[in-house]
């Protein structure tokens, strides 16, 4: 599989080593059919500056998002995963800059090619820093919005298992019939998906990667074979795995070297049949053997 550094139509995969914004610039309008991405937001990681604070959040926000517009063809998806900008102990959900920074964005655009909200996923998750002055949080969120009121959703692609998968109907004309979706039943807003933390099977040297299965599941729903997916900050290349994996072709941009040469391995990996990912499930089959598992007696 070849990794291209420029982007061209006909590439499976183009990863570029430097800021979003010149590659952006080599993309033509109407190229992309989807974008997934995971925004810095100024959590004094190593690749953000020490002054940035959220309004260096919504200035980019403001010059990206009509970038992102452009390229994305008519009935495009875009996926924004953010969570909470913390400062002097006051929390600011991000989520709600994007949709300020869209809501600007539609006022100058045509009807078909305005971004319409069609659904606040909650990325919920077991683990994170535990708060003494507020409930600990354990949920960052995805906006998903259309380019145009035309799109695409393949439901029946992400479908998860029903809780009772034998349940009929008791009475009327339908009795005895299944009762649900023998496919499964629709996964709903509020997605319960381990984050990457330091024993999930993915981690990297990333300080915030977010699993693969999130991507995943995005790409199966909202493109087809063959699609292009764009992330513009790539970290170590969750989305472009999930891309890759799906058959679908993968455009990213990371401006630090060392998790663009990191997202190489990974994509090679999958080639090599080598790459490690963690089994979209909610919860893992719980281990009775497990020393974690048993309580400890002082605890009774
Ligand atoms: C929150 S992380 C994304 C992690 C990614 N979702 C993953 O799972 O690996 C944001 C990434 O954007 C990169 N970045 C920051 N500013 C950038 C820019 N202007 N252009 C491209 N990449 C940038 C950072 O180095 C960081 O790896």
């Known amino acids: 599989m070849k990794i291209y550094k420029d982007f061209s139509k006909g590439n499976k995969v183009t990863l570029y080593n430097g800021d979003c914004f010149d590659l952006l610039k080599t993309i033509p309008d109407d190229s992309i059919d989807l974008v997934i991405t995971s925004p810095p937001y100024a959590m004094n990681r190593s690749y953000e500056k020490a002054s940035d604070d959220v309004n260096t959040f919504i200035d980019q926000h403001k010059l990206l998002l009509p970038e992102v517009n452009r390229v994305l063809k008519k009935g495009g998806s875009i996926c924004w995963q953010v969570g909470y900008f913390v400062e002097n102990k006051v929390i600011v959900p991000l989520d709600v800059h994007i949709f300020n920074i869209i809501e600007s964005l539609n006022i100058n655009l045509d009807k078909e090619d305005k971004f319409y909200l069609r659904n606040r996923v909650i990325w919920s998750f077991g683990h994170g820093l535990n708060s003494k002055l507020r409930l600990s949080g354990r949920h960052e969120t995805i906006l998903w919005y259309t380019k145009g009121n035309e799109y695409d959703f393949n439901l029946d692609e992400i479908r998860v298992p029903q809780k009772y998968p034998g349940k009929t109907h008791y009475k009327g004309p339908k009795k005895g019939e299944l009762s649900g979706n023998p496919l499964g039943k629709n996964p709903t807003d509020v ?89 979209d499930k909610p919860v893992l089959k719980p281990n009775k053997k497990s020393k974690v598992a048993i309580k400890p007696k002082h605890f009774l």
């Open 191 to 279: 997605w319960d998906i381990p984050n990457v933390k330091a024993n999930h099977v993915e981690k990297t040297v990333h300080p915030c990667q977010f699993p693969i299965a999130i991507p995943q599941r995005l790409i199966k729903a909202l493109t087809n074979k063959g699609d292009t997916v764009l992330d513009p900050f790539n970290g170590v290349g969750s989305t472009g795995v999930a891309t890759i994996i799906e058959g679908r072709k993968y455009v990213g941009a990371e401006i630090d070297k060392e998790y663009y040469e990191l997202s190489k391995n990974r994509f090679k990996d999958i080639q090599k049949g080598t790459i490690r990912i963690r089994e």
